[in-house]
């Protein structure tokens, strides 16, 4: 018996099997159930497992996510898919219309046009072509001119002194002012290789400067160690002489028949301080031809221990009257200084600067005089030239003691003349068309001009190239571009911007000199050759030159201006090599052609560090 259930009924257990098929008997039998409630509640019932059994119902109808296999990564099959679609519109919008716009033909823009500067350079060149002595290469472009001079030197010369250059109107070749032109176009190429090759001269340019070195390496012994004499001129005569000779005869030099001496000296400190520079120069710009510019160097300094002797300390043109009637050098010390400075920049070796930089050379020569005269740049004087050049030095390395001292004096001569070009301060006068009177009012100005308006354009681009905007005169700040403006102003005036509206540069412009003081250019070319006296009815003629000596700047007008052209007047009509030298170098220095800058580091390519490299670290340290 078991006790009650307090809440009623019995308790007993239950056969929960029986009920169970009681209950489906009797749901089976009675006919009065909804059969869809029944099935509804069997559905419930079903998602209600399987949420138990599975997942919240939002998570059970997502979809299970993709991927493609790429390799060495598998990556969503939708990110995929974006990827690949965006590339697609990425090339569709952006590299498609690029490849049509490149496959499609079009015309190139024309490049600016050069500027004034660049086409007279261009014709100023071609007067070294003209000027050429000796065999003449095929590709020389002047059709009047043929191989002369082939005998130059011989027999009495080894090897002869054939080739050069003739100076000017008449066929002698003067070896100090000739030196002197190849050293200044060494110089323009050393600052300005660039500007050259942007113009296409660059190759055209080192072809003339190796025509002259190649010359003045056979007017010594160059294979020696010691020299005895030099080679000072090959020609020449006197100006009232009637004798044949290169003065007084008027022939072609492809026509010469008349004796042609050659003269040397066994004292000639300045053209062999001058050839020197010359090769230590050029042997600069041929670095690229190593044996070429070792044989440069090597006759430059076989040359210095000739020129430093003082047994041998005399002017090369003493006691040469057909050298003292055209090129009669005034001093030797500037040339020392110049040479120096060449010779240490293509070398290296100290001996050099230190000769350029010692205190007796410089009060020699009257450097620091501050007098108008010595700030004038020419084939005789060297100082502004040499100054600047050292200058250069001064500004771009610093090298300090022992140099500071007299470089820092170099430094400030070239300020002061920088300062008296300029028209403010009233050093030099001026015509009233605007050109300065370098030379004093003396003839042929153009010359001096061109080698000043050189020197002032190349100080102003060192100002730049270093952040200097500019330099003192006295108490006032000038800054640099009223250099350029000055050097323009001259090479302007040159180019035709002058009360007569004449170019002095042949070839150059509509209106130029057409009777220069040439021999070549005044008689026909026709295969036919005059004797000496033959040729000299083209001299007096007033007809126009039948060959245009093309980019020969001539001597240029007088101090009013006014300009004859006339063929007897050679000191307004006649050409030389040094000033179409200091032309050439002016318009590169001015040209935007190339850009505005200057080469900084060729010159100090063989300069050797000024301070002790750096020693290195020491290995680390091992227990």
């Not at 050069?114 to 095929?138: C, E, I, R």
Request: glycine letters at 8%; hydrophobic letters at 35%; charged letters at 20%.
């Amino acid at each position: 018996m078991h006790p009650g259930n307090v809440w009623g009924g019995s308790l007993d257990a239950v056969d929960s099997d029986r009920i169970a098929a009681e209950e489906e008997e009797r749901l089976r039998n009675t006919t009065e159930w909804d059969r869809g409630a029944i099935h509804s509640q069997r559905s419930e019932l079903d998602e209600t497992q399987q949420g138990w059994l599975l997942a919240p119902q939002d998570n059970w109808r997502k979809k299970k996510k993709k991927y493609v296999n790429l390799g060495c990564v598998s990556v969503s099959r939708t990110v995929f898919l974006w990827t690949v679609g965006s590339i697609a519109v990425l090339f569709l919008v952006v590299a498609l219309p690029i490849i049509i716009v490149k496959s499609l033909p079009r015309h190139k823009s024309a490049p600016p046009p050069p500027d004034n500067y660049t086409l007279a350079l261009h014709k100023a060149l071609q007067f070294f072509d003209a000027q050429k002595s000796g065999k003449l290469p095929k590709k020389n472009k002047v059709s009047w001119r043929g191989d002369s001079g082939t005998k130059d030197g011989l027999p009495d010369v080894v090897g002869g002194l054939v080739g050069g250059y003739y100076d000017g109107g008449s066929n002698v070749k003067f070896h100090f002012p000739m030196a002197f032109s190849m050293t200044m176009l060494s110089w323009s190429l050393i600052e300005y290789s660039h500007k050259y090759k942007a113009i296409d001269e660059y190759d055209h340019m080192r072809d003339v400067l190796k025509w002259g070195t190649d010359y003045l390496l056979l007017t010594f012994n160059n294979s020696a160690t010691r020299l005895d004499h030099i080679y000072t001129q090959v020609g020449g005569g006197l100006r009232d002489s009637e004798s044949p000779d290169d003065i007084y005869c008027w022939q072609k030099p492809e026509d010469m028949s008349y004796d042609r001496p050659v003269l040397s000296s066994t004292s000639a400190a300045d053209l062999g301080a001058e050839v020197s520079a010359a090769l230590a120069a050029a042997s600069i710009v041929f670095t690229d031809k190593p044996d070429y510019a070792k044989k440069l160097k090597k006759g430059a300094e076989t040359l210095y221990p000739f020129f430093r002797s003082k047994s041998r300390r005399k002017r090369y043109s003493d006691g040469q009257p057909t050298a003292q009637a055209f090129y009669n050098s005034t001093s030797m010390f500037d040339e020392f200084m110049w040479a120096g400075a060449w010779l240490y920049y293509a070398t290296g070796n100290k001996t050099y600067i230190q000769f350029a930089t010692t205190p007796s050379v410089p009060q020699t020569a009257k450097a620091f005089a501050n007098r108008p005269e010595l700030m004038v740049p020419s084939w005789n004087n060297k100082l502004p030239g040499a100054m600047l050049l050292m200058t250069r030095y001064r500004l771009f390395l610093n090298p300090g003691f022992p140099y500071e001292n007299m470089l820092n004096r170099y430094h400030n001569a070239t300020g002061i003349t920088m300062c008296a070009y300029l028209k403010q301060y009233n050093v030099f006068n001026r015509t009233s068309g605007g050109l300065m009177q370098l030379n004093l009012g003396k003839p042929r100005p153009l010359e001096y001009v061109a080698h000043a308006s050189f020197l002032a354009s190349l100080f102003a681009d060192y100002l730049n190239s270093t952040g200097v905007p500019g330099w003192y005169c006295g108490p006032t700040f000038v800054e640099n571009h009223v250099l350029k403006d000055f050097a323009q102003s001259q090479i302007d005036y040159i180019l035709g911007d002058n009360p007569l509206k004449m170019s002095y540069v042949v070839g150059f412009g509509k209106k130029f000199p057409r009777r220069v003081h040439h021999r070549g250019a005044t008689i026909p070319n026709d295969k036919k050759r005059r004797s000496c006296r033959e040729g000299l009815k083209y001299r007096d003629t007033k007809n126009p030159n039948p060959n245009n000596i093309t980019g020969a700047m001539v001597g240029g007008p007088n101090k009013f201006d006014e300009f004859h052209d006339l063929r007897n007047n050679y000191n307004a009509s006649e050409p030389t090599l040094s000033g179409n030298a200091g032309l050439v170098a002016a318009l590169i220095s001015l040209t935007s052609s190339g850009g505005q800058q200057i080469d900084k580091n060729t010159m100090f390519n063989s300069v050797p560090p000024l301070y002790s490299p750096t020693p290195p670290p020491p290995k680390a340290w091992k227990p």
